[in-house]
């Protein structure tokens, strides 16, 4: 597998919006599902948001309504574009690609996320 490198994190105010881009070289789209994952302090690293092959996708119920899955084919970048945003998404934000033949998963290095109150 390739790499993937995340980047738009940052601090914003509850109710604010953040989107978030990886960046990916080295991996095909159309053979990877794509999914963005958060760990925050003290707990363990949590399905977000995933985007399957056909287009598919797939929310933690946390997240449903405010977050939204993309992809951009000819930029090799999905992205997560979070609105309504809350002190509990704080998190460091990470990007996966998993291989749906060989199950091979590639991670990004993560980009911290602070909502404030």
């Known amino acids: 597998q390739g790499q993937l490198v995340e980047s738009g994190g940052g601090l914003v105010q509850a109710g604010g919006s953040l989107r978030l881009s990886c960046a990916a070289s080295?991996?095909?789209?159309?053979?990877?599902?794509l999914g963005w994952y958060r760990q925050a302090p003290e707990k363990e690293r949590a399905l977000v948001a995933s985007?399957?092959?056909?287009?598919?996708?797939n929310y933690a119920d946390s997240v449903k309504g405010r977050f939204t899955v993309s992809r951009d084919n000819a930029k090799n970048t999905v992205y997560l574009q979070m609105d309504n945003l809350k002190p509990e998404d704080t998190a460091v934000y990470y990007c996966?690609?998993?291989?749906?033949?060989?199950?091979?998963?590639?991670w990004g290095q993560g980009t911290q996320v602070t909502v404030s109150s």
């Open positions: 080295g991996i095909t789209f159309s053979i990877n599902v």
């Open positions: 985007l399957s092959v056909s287009g598919r996708t």
């Open positions: 996966n690609a998993r291989h749906i033949l060989t199950g091979v998963e590639s």
